[in-house]
């Protein structure tokens, strides 16, 4: 299983990023998959999660409305559209697959190397 997570990068507050997850290893129209986050000095925490068919959706109070994630099975691959970004969504982001379709860390089971998203006031 690999889960390789490109499209980090600097970005002004309010400006937007997209993040994308190339998934291979596993038959991924089976699995859903999420992205977490962590920031410097704190708890890794689940951002969006999505079910392997891409009809339920999770989102945090703190990023609801504003981060948008979709998965394209025929490409294996899981994105989130992240706009109007905050100082504090500043993290390390990593996608991640759940052995079910809860979004939380516990019942993540391969996580993939991170992407930095660095958000400047």
């Known amino acids: 299983v690999q889960l390789q997570a490109s499209g980090g990068g600097l970005v002004q507050s309010g400006g937007s990023l997209r993040l994308s997850c190339a998934a291979s290893g596993f038959t991924f129209g089976n699995y859903a998959t999420g992205w977490f986050r962590q920031a410097p000095g704190k708890e890794r925490e689940g951002v969006s999660c999505i079910s392997s068919n891409g009809t339920g959706t999770y989102y945090p109070d703190s990023v609801k409305g504003r981060f948008t994630i979709s998965r394209d099975n025929a490409k294996n691959t899981v994105y989130l559209q992240m706009n109007s970004l905050k100082p504090e969504d500043t993290a390390v982001y990593y996608c991640?697959?759940?052995?079910?379709?809860?979004?939380?860390?516990?019942?993540?089971?391969?996580w993939g190397k991170g992407t930095l998203v660095t958000v400047s006031s």
């Open positions: 991640a697959r759940l052995f079910i379709h809860y979004c939380n860390i516990p019942n993540v089971d391969y």
